[in-house]
């Protein structure tokens, strides 16, 4: 942790309306990290966009922290002996479906969370996407893990993200409540797929992205 990273960024594209660039970042010699992205110019155009989905508003949900330590108190289960499971964020966040984490179930493809961040964000939209890149990593493997009946408390499974996207739609404010809608269309082969849906509280659709997840449960050794 305590070597340098040097990024390098290949020009790939230098359109009119569109650039491209490869990042790759080396640690040590090593490439610890990749990606493509794509800028373009404001441009208008045809529009259409999906709608918010319906479900309660975020004052009338408990934040999952809070959930989590009635789930250990009725389990009479010490706070001090499961701190990860306690861990504070830099969000706040309202799941509208709760999961059993210490008897999971299969549970439908899809998980809804209301996220606000605790601090303030600064308006430029660079720091705004980077946070929102962020926070969109957090989920996605959850969704595909519910709909198997799983969750990262399950003895023997192995999780990973193994790659991301994401696309930004429309400018940003992240310091009000803004709904993270996930689901996840297929779980087999080790790997779990889901799309994420990100709304502002007024309902309109600012970014989307998509993940590739490993989920392996190892058997259990003898």
Not at 154 to 178: P, V
Not at 200 to 218: D, Y
């Amino acid at each position: 942790m305590d070597k340098p990273i040097i990024f390098t960024v290949d020009r790939i594209r230098n359109g009119k309306s569109f650039t491209t660039r490869n990042v790759k970042a080396l640690q040590d010699g090593e490439a610890i990290f990749s990606c493509s992205i794509s800028f373009q110019k404001d441009e208008d155009g045809l529009e259409h966009e999906i709608s918010i989905p319906d479900v309660p508003a975020p004052e009338e949900l408990k934040d999952e922290i809070e959930i989590r330590e009635i789930i250990l108190k009725k389990l009479n289960i010490d706070s001090k002996d499961m701190p990860m499971f306690l861990r504070q964020r830099e969000i706040e966040m309202r799941p509208v479906e709760i999961q059993d984490y210490f008897e999971p179930k299969r549970m439908p493809p899809y998980k809804n969370t209301w996220i606000k961040p605790k601090g303030i964000i600064p308006h430029d939209q660079v720091i705004q996407q980077a946070f929102l890149l962020y926070i969109s990593d957090m989920g996605l493997i959850a969704a595909a893990n519910n709909s198997v009946g799983v969750n990262f408390l399950t003895k023997n499974l192995q999780n990973a993200s193994l790659d991301h996207a994401i696309w930004f739609h429309k400018k940003l404010d992240l310091n009000d409540w803004f709904l993270y809608s996930i689901d996840s269309p297929i779980t087999r082969n080790a790997r779990g797929f889901s799309r994420g849906s990100i709304f502002s509280k007024s309902g309109e659709l600012v970014a989307s992205c998509a993940q590739e997840g490993l989920i392996r449960l190892w058997p259990e050794k003898k």
